[in-house]
Structures are given as structure tokens and as C-alpha cells.
């Protein structure tokens, strides 16, 4: 070959590198960002790229970024990419796995002390399900937990172990001891929706038409704030400092979650989400949050400073809550999912 030959068509082209995959935890179906060098075609031939020994499907490859849709079936592991002969470095994805399928959680699950799942089966406005809350154990076996609870909508546990449930139907919270005894605990709570314990045992209660109720814990119950109403729910979270979040999705590109002080004044926490819905809150004040950032769908972490970005990326998510070691349960329209985060979630109380 001259020398000209073997300038165009060197015998051992540049491997490719990988620097950085945005986000790097992702649900099946989910689309990574991969950063790094020498990511294009080589002689007219695209790169592939694997997951762990599984190939994975490159949607779009250029010199320094390449995207990379993760297949069903895929579990987590180091990500290749191979151009010719030459194969990169290798980076890690956490992938999530299935938990259970075959529910209809609109809000998020919740963990009681024990590390046990709890997640709905919702159903349409006014249709009674078989079932309304699943326990998913820690060997991962799903029973049904409570019944006859009409559109179950958000959960929260208390203190001494309680699990709280809100009936956007009827307007109604529901107190479910631990053995799956459900009583009326408040009623009258318009299109009730996410619920939120602070530290003094107040639960607050988000009615999706406007209002964000506070019950003391000897059931008085108060007008807390007043919003704009959503198209969907209300999803509450509470910040250590007794700050109330509030994501109500709306029609609009870019909406906000809303901050209420423990007075019952609202401000803007952060702006710029598409559909906000489901949050929970980590040890460091890292707020998690089923929505859009720029196009993307997943759960995106926002940080004290307001700084945003895709923690997990995904379709069809609807809220999250943290686990044990490092992990967190996601939920989706129809199934529970379960992954690595690295990140401990914040404590009840």
C-alpha cells in the first residue's frame, strides 16, 4: 500500500473511547448519551455496541456522541463500543428489572420499616378493581394487601407504621393498619391525590382541583395553600427543612414544581419540567421526579442549587421511592421496576 493507501485506510484505525454516558441508570426501552472519540462509522462500516455480552441497538453515531436504546431483556453491565477490529473502553449502565407487573400505580409506591412494597391497582375514575393495594415482600412475592378502596391514588405511611391512601373518586383518605384493616381516616378532600407526612405527624393531602389540605394528627383539617389545578394529580414530597414540594402537570412545556413553606406560602421550587408527576427526596436534598428534561423522558434529580439532569432514562414513568442499599422502586403505568441508584433515600420522620 503507498503511503497516500494508507493515510485514507489506516490498517488499525483509532479505537473508539467512551467518556461518559448520560444518565447512566436506565429502564428498558430507555436511551442513553454516550460522550466520547472516534464514535463514527469507520470506512463506511457504523459501530456496534453491547451491553455486558448482549447487543445493543445504536439509534444515532457520530464522532463524539452516539445514542444507544437499551432492549427489553437487558440487564445491567459495562458498555462496549466496536468499530472494525478495535473495541473501546468500557463503561457502567444500571439497568432496571422488573419487580411485578399487572398494576396501575397514578402516584408513587411507598416502603413500610419492614423494606415491603406497596403499590396500586388504580383502575379508571369510578371503576372498583378486584384488589386496590398490592404488598410486594421482600422475597419478592406479590399479595394482595387492601380492598374495595375506589381508584386508590397516593400512599403514605406514618410513624407507627399506618399506610394512608387517597381515593381521587371519592375525595377520601383511607388508614390501613399493617395487617390490611382499612378504615376512613378523612373525607371531603375534593379529587384527593398525593399525600406527604411532615415531622409533627400532619399529613397533607393534594386535591388536584386546587387545594393542599393539611390534617393534624387529632383530624382537624385546614386550607394549607392554594395552586392552579392539574390535568392529572397532585404529587407531594416533603424536604427536611418541613418545605412541602408540589408537581402538578399541567398542558404547559415547561412546568414547575411548587415550593410551600410550612406557613402555607408557595413559591416556585424549579421550572422547566414536562408532565412532573411522582418525587421523593434523597439524605442529601436531591429531589428525584418522574418527568421530561429537554425532550428526555425518566426520573431527573434536581439538586439543592436547582442544577437538573437525567438520573434514569425511560418511558412511561410515573413516580419512584427509595429502598435499602442504594436502590429505589419505579413505577411505570402498569409494573414496578427495581434499580441501583446509588443513592439513600431520605428518612420518613
Excluded at 375506589?150 to 375525595?171: I, K, V
Amino acid at each position: 500500500m503507498t503511503l497516500l493507501g494508507s493515510l485514507l485506510h489506516p490498517a488499525h484505525p483509532p479505537a473508539p473511547h467512551l467518556d461518559k454516558l448520560i444518565p447512566s441508570a436506565a429502564m428498558p426501552g430507555g436511551e442513553v448519551e454516550i460522550r466520547g472519540t472516534h464514535l463514527s462509522a469507520q470506512n463506511g462500516v457504523p459501530p456496534t455496541a453491547t451491553i455486558g455480552d448482549v447487543a445493543a441497538r445504536l439509534t444515532m453515531t457520530g464522532g463524539e456522541r452516539a445514542m444507544l436504546r437499551v432492549n427489553d431483556g437487558t440487564i445491567s453491565g459495562d458498555i462496549a463500543f466496536l468499530k472494525q477490529n478495535t473495541k473501546s473502553n468500557l463503561l457502567p449502565l444500571s439497568v432496571a428489572v422488573p419487580l411485578a407487573d399487572n398494576l396501575n400505580p397514578v402516584a408513587n409506591p411507598a416502603m413500610d420499616a419492614d423494606g415491603n412494597l406497596y403499590c396500586t391497582l388504580s383502575g379508571p375514575r369510578g371503576q372498583q378493581t378486584p384488589v386496590s393495594i398490592f404488598r410486594i415482600d421482600r422475597d419478592f412475592q406479590m399479595r394482595p394487601f387492601a380492598r374495595e378502596i375506589l381508584n386508590a391514588t397516593g400512599l403514605a405511611f406514618d410513624r407507627d407504621g399506618y399506610l394512608y391512601c387517597s381515593s381521587r373518586a371519592e375525595g377520601t383518605v383511607y388508614r390501613i393498619s399493617p395487617a390490611g384493616a382499612v378504615t376512613t381516616y378523612a373525607e371531603g378532600m375534593g379529587i384527593a391525590t398525593g399525600l406527604a407526612f411532615d415531622e409533627y405527624g400532619n399529613l397533607f393531602v393534594g386535591d388536584r382541583s386546587g387545594s393542599i389540605f393539611k390534617i393534624a394528627p387529632g383530624g382537624e383539617i385546614f386550607v394549607h395553600a392554594t395552586l392552579e389545578s392539574s390535568m392529572a394529580a397532585y404529587h407531594l414530597a416533603m424536604l427536611d427543612d418541613g418545605t412541602l414540594l408540589v408537581a402538578a402537570p399541567t398542558t404547559a412545556s415547561h412546568d414547575v414544581i411548587h415550593a410551600v413553606s410550612p406557613d402555607g406560602e408557595v413559591s416556585v421550587y424549579f421550572r422547566g419540567l414536562g408532565r412532573p408527576q411522582g418525587m421523593a427526596v434523597d439524605v442529601k436534598g436531591n429531589v428525584f421526579i418522574a418527568a421530561s428534561l429537554a425532550g428526555r423522558r425518566g426520573i431527573v434529580r434536581i439538586t439543592p442549587q436547582k442544577q437538573a439532569s437525567l438520573a434514569v432514562s425511560g418511558p412511561n414513568l410515573i413516580g419512584l421511592c427509595f429502598t435499602e442499599d442504594g436502590t429505589a422502586a419505579l413505577a411505570t403505568r402498569d409494573a414496578l421496576f427495581h434499580i441501583d441508584l446509588q443513592t439513600e433515600g431520605r428518612p420518613l420522620f
